[in-house]
Nanobody, 123 residues
Framework: VQLQASGGGLVQAGGSLRLACAAS????????MEWHRQSPGRSRERVAV???????NYADPVKGRFTISRDNAKNTVYLQMDSLKPEDTAVYYC??????????????????WGKGTLVTVSS
């Protein structure tokens, strides 16, 4: 399964961006879908997660400003980012846990990462 992230770019502080990450592949079921970010000199951190039941959880720095959602028909996860701050500048990665139905009838679990999209917030 491949993940294709899009929507990054340059925005002024206080502005908004919407990221999208689409999972391609057949005979798949998607479980948790996540957004992570990594800025220079810092370790990667999970920003938000949404379960296949729609439950969500956010990192404290983005609570109240970011909203994660998913479209199961399109196998796509979104991250709406509002009230952006310069400290939100980072490469954003999507990650998905899921299963693939193999031709022998068994389900195999996997975790896949997208390549990342750069978000730059200017002050």
């Amino acid at each position: 399964v491949q993940l294709q992230a899009s929507g990054g770019g340059l925005v002024q502080a206080g502005g908004s961006l919407r990221l999208a990450c689409a999972a391609s592949g057949s005979r798949v079921r998607l479980n948790d879908m996540e957004w992570h970010r990594q800025s220079p000199g810092r370790s990667r951190e999970r920003v938000a997660v949404i379960t296949n039941a729609g439950g969500t959880n956010y990192a404290d720095p983005v609570k109240g400003r970011f909203t994660i959602s998913r479209d199961n028909a399109k196998n796509t996860v979104y991250l709406q980012m509002d009230s952006l701050k310069p400290e939100d500048t980072a490469v954003y990665y999507c990650a998905v846990d899921g299963w693939t139905l193999e031709y022998d009838g068994n389900w195999s679990a996997w975790r896949s990462w997208g390549k990342g999209t750069l978000v730059t917030v200017s002050s």
